[in-house]
């Protein structure tokens, strides 16, 4: 018997780079479901300016931050934008992942997000959006880092990361003139 309104919720998000806002809607999926999956997007991508990070140093991070109270899954891009089809493509991994399919659907409200499960079929989820209650984006806390402005980026970073600055910035650094990239 489930103790939670949900037994499985999933969450897909780059994290790149994870600041408070993605830690907040992780808050709120762990707070009504039992167990909550969180697949990294543009898994593949790394070294680029819009994605900096490898898979494994944002799997890193997020176990940092929540240890073992979410499981995390790498979701590679597979080109079809944000539509239905990415949408289905979530589903069958979260069916891969967790041989069920999520009871709820998490994510922050974005435009682009709003159809990723439409005509669907046989699809049950209920999906929570949650609100943008703290004003802050990947790209500015990308900004934090190159322009070394730890203390900006500390204040929308939780505590147990602080002592990744270093690793982090030098990560930031190193690509943000590569403005290739394969993700949508």
Request: proline share 3%.
């Amino acid at each position: 018997m489930a103790n939670k309104p949900f037994e499985l919720g999933i969450i897909v998000g780059r994290f790149q780079t994870f600041h408070i806002g993605h830690e907040y809607i992780i808050d709120k999926a762990v707070a009504v479901c039992d167990k909550v999956g969180v697949f990294i997007g543009s898994s593949q991508e790394s070294g680029t300016q819009k994605n900096p990070y490898t898979y494994e140093t944002r799997r890193r991070i997020l176990e940092k931050v929540y240890g073992g109270s979410i499981e995390i899954y790498p979701l590679p891009d597979i080109g079809v934008g944000n539509n239905s089809a990415w949408g289905e493509y979530v589903l069958e991994n979260a069916n891969k992942c967790f041989a069920k399919a999520p009871d709820l659907l998490i994510s922050g409200k974005e435009e682009r997000r709003i159809d990723w499960f439409d005509g669907i079929e046989g699809i049950s989820s209920s999906e929570l959006y949650v609100p943008k209650i703290i004003d802050i984006s990947a790209t500015e806390m990308r900004d934090f880092l190159i322009s070394g402005d730890a203390e900006s980026w500390r204040k929308y970073t939780n505590k147990k990361l602080w002592d990744e600055y270093d690793a982090l910035r030098a990560e930031v650094v190193a690509s943000k003139d590569n403005l290739e990239t394969d993700s949508m």
